[in-house]
């Protein structure tokens, strides 16, 4: 029994020294949260091109890609820092969405009839009456 009770106690011992360690002051010069920021995006960026190089990663689908993509901006809206694009930064970004699109293949071919109705759409949307004179 004796010798059970003096491992505990040596257990015990080691253990309030460690759960001091970290309240000495509230900052460590040691550990990945201390390091400038920089710092830390180079070597999560390693450690992201690792994943990828291994077949580890995770790869996205477009649902999932457009969820975070959702979630990270209605936070950003909450907390004041999202980019408000102007109609033609707006205009330049679906312009680019576009023509990716268009070279991998997967973007949508609108039938005549889609076509008008997004065009009658688009005009009734920014104003713009009847035109060519058409009444």
Not at 19 to 48: C, H, L, T, V, Y
Not at 126 to 131: A, D, L, P, T, Y
């Amino acid at each position: 029994m004796a010798s059970g009770n003096q491992g505990n106690q040596g257990n015990q011992g080691n253990q309030g020294n460690q759960g001091n360690q970290g309240n000495q002051g509230g900052s460590s010069n040691r550990g990945f949260a201390s390091m400038d920021p920089q710092k830390q995006r180079e070597i999560a960026s390693q450690g992201g091109k690792a994943a990828h190089e291994s077949g580890n990663a995770h790869e996205f689908s477009s649902e999932e890609a457009r969820e975070a993509g959702s979630k990270g901006g209605k936070a950003a809206h909450e907390k004041g820092t999202a980019h408000e694009f102007t109609s033609e930064e707006a205009r330049e970004a679906g312009s680019k969405g576009g023509k990716a699109a268009h070279a991998k293949g997967t973007a949508h071919e609108f039938t005549p009839e889609e076509a008008r109705e997004a065009g009658r759409k688009g005009g009734e949307a920014s104003g713009g009456g009847n035109r060519g004179g058409q009444r």
